[in-house]
């Protein structure tokens, strides 16, 4: 049919191609497949205290948060509740 020099040539064809394949993709792929900020900078992150005064700070602030955020929360329930007693008052 076609001889040993084609038989030559498809080897080399199927030991060649994913060589290539894999250099073609393995080599410069931060400047092929980068997404530009894809990760995010170290001051965007969240940092975890170590020192003792960072852990006091970082407590006294998620406690302020956490009070904020049930002051909130009970005006919320109180004007809820104010409002669900006009209506029963008013169908009585």
Request: glycine share 8%; hydrophobic share 30%.
């Amino acid at each position: 049919m076609g001889g040993p020099n084609l038989e030559v040539f498809k080897f080399g064809m199927y030991i060649m191609f994913p060589i290539g394949t894999m250099y073609y993709y393995g080599t410069n792929l931060d400047r092929r497949f980068a997404v530009p900020d894809f990760w995010p900078k170290p001051n965007q992150t969240n940092r975890i205290p170590f020192e003792k005064d960072e852990i006091h700070s970082e407590l006294e602030r998620l406690r302020k948060k956490r009070l904020f955020l049930r002051e909130k929360r009970l005006e919320m329930e109180a004007k809820g509740e104010s409002g669900n007693e006009s209506r029963n008052g008013d169908s009585s």
